[in-house]
């Protein structure tokens, strides 16, 4: 079992910035990617961004130029920095990591934390 503590969400006005963290523990192994999603209400989860342990990054066209994610592979973070909120950010967001223990590949998702961008 991997287990994945998310931390930072909030209030924001729009314009503002927040970074979210999330610390992985537990049976870990090879960490092949960790990641942020989002929910918002009525909508499907989503990919916002992911970071590889080759530092590899990829982000969705609607948060590109505006977030930015970075990890320290030593310590099993993954950090989301939003800066230039709008409203549509506002979702829950989930920490995600992929990786390898013992030969068998994993998925792990986090408890979610909530992000609201509002004036």
């Known amino acids: 079992q991997v287990q994945l503590v998310e931390s930072g969400g909030g209030l924001v006005q729009p314009g503002g910035s927040l970074r979210l963290s999330c610390a992985a523990s537990?049976?870990?192994?090879?960490?092949?990617?960790m990641g942020w999603y989002r929910q918002a209400p009525g909508k499907q989860r989503e990919l916002v961004a992911v970071?590889?342990?080759?530092?590899?990054?990829n982000y969705a066209p609607s948060v590109k130029g505006r977030f930015s994610i970075s990890s320290d592979n030593a310590k099993n973070t993954v950090s989301l920095q939003m800066n230039s909120l709008k409203p549509e950010d506002t979702a829950v967001y989930y920490c995600n990591a992929q990786g390898q223990y013992h030969l068998e590949e994993y998925e792990y998702w986090g408890q979610g934390t909530q992000v609201t961008v509002s004036s």
């Open positions: 970071i590889t342990s080759g530092d590899s990054t």
């Open positions: 537990g049976s870990i192994g090879s960490i092949r990617a």
